[in-house]
């Protein structure tokens, strides 16, 4: 029988080694690339890799600070706590106000989303928003139907998927929380507004 003896010293060393290796490797992730260092709390965001932007189920980086996204307008993560103003409300101006509106609700379905009064309670299928209840709110089905269904919204659905679909859901998530001041305007040229 072969007897084998490591010194002291080399055994230590060896597991100081080891012990930094795997720090080091977990530090980064290790096998999950998509690690990310949160303060002192590594954590595997499992939503923050988009895999199909056109896929409505795809959930996109979440729970970023809205101040590290690069531009408001072009949201590229959706915000802890989402702002009716700042997140929510360019998008709905642009991809729905223009047809859901006082004026021209009654071609569409009777919803008008200018404020918050008419989008509760205007609408064929009421209720249209159900706060704290996405999945069961008519405007999440609606703009989560196939392309090819007769009342898919918008008609052009491919703006509203991946993470403008999914600052709506978690605004109703959040409780719909739209202030009764706020108003939404109907763009006068649609085709020239910026898409948020």
Same mark, same amino acid.
């Given at each position: 029988m072969m007897n084998f003896h490591i010194p002291a010293m080399l055994s230590t060393l060896f597991m100081i080694?080891?012990?930094?290796?795997?720090?080091?490797?977990?530090?980064?992730?290790?096998?999950?690339?998509?690690?990310?260092?949160?303060?002192?709390?590594?954590?595997?965001?499992?939503?923050?890799?988009?895999?199909?932007? $056109?896929?409505?189920?795809?959930?996109?980086?979440?729970?970023?600070?809205?101040a590290a996204q690069p531009n408001a307008m072009y949201p590229v993560r959706v915000p802890r706590t989402i702002v009716f103003e700042?997140?929510?409300?360019?998008?709905?101006?642009?991809?729905?106000?223009?047809?859901?509106?006082?004026?021209?609700?009654?071609?569409?379905?009777?919803?008008?989303?200018?404020?918050?009064?008419?989008?509760?309670?205007?609408?064929?299928?009421?209720?249209?928003?159900?706060?704290?209840?996405?999945?069961?709110?008519?405007i999440v089905q609606v703009l989560k139907l196939d392309v090819q269904h007769p009342t898919n919204m918008p008609p052009s659905p491919d703006k509203i998927r991946g993470i403008r679909l999914q600052i709506l859901r978690k605004w109703i998530l959040q409780g719909a929380d739209?202030?009764?001041?706020? $108003?939404?305007?109907?763009?006068?040229d649609p085709m020239d507004a910026p898409l948020p």
């Open positions: 080694g080891l012990g930094l290796l795997t720090l080091v490797h977990c530090h980064h992730g290790g096998s999950k690339p998509d690690a990310v260092q949160n303060g002192h709390t590594l954590m595997l965001p499992s939503e923050s890799v988009q895999k199909d932007p $056109s896929d409505p189920n795809t959930q996109p980086s979440i729970d970023s600070d809205h700042r997140d929510l409300k360019p998008i709905l101006e642009i991809l729905c106000v223009q047809c859901h509106n006082a004026t021209d609700a009654h071609l569409y379905a009777g919803l008008n989303l200018e404020t918050r009064q008419s989008a509760m309670n205007t609408g064929v299928n009421r209720p249209v928003i159900i706060p704290g209840a996405p999945d069961k709110s008519r739209w202030p009764d001041n706020v $108003s939404m305007v109907k763009p006068e």
